[in-house]
């Protein structure tokens, strides 16, 4: 399981958070993006505030970042 880390201050839960986020995602992208890219995630809010989100594998870890990082 690949990472990658946006820092920022966030206090919402986990799971209501990411939900949120991946509803504005799948209604900017195409369901088969959406499926590719972002079906098998997960995020985690550390304690220093940053939001980590996880993937399947570095490829799609790269991938997220460098294509829909100003999206999510």
């Known amino acids: 399981m ?9 206090s919402v ?3 209501k958070l990411w939900y949120e986020i991946l509803e504005s ?6 369901p088969k993006a959406y499926n590719t890219w972002f ?4 995020l985690e809010i550390k304690e220093n505030n940053s939001l980590v989100i996880y993937a399947a594998n570095e490829f799609a870890s ?6 829909y990082f100003t999206l999510i």
């Open 2 to 10: 690949w990472i990658f880390v946006i820092l920022g201050g966030f």
């Open 13 to 15: 839960e986990n799971n």
């Open 25 to 30: 995602v799948k209604s900017e992208i195409s």
């Open 39 to 42: 079906k098998n995630t997960s």
């Open 62 to 67: 790269d991938w997220v970042r460098k294509n």
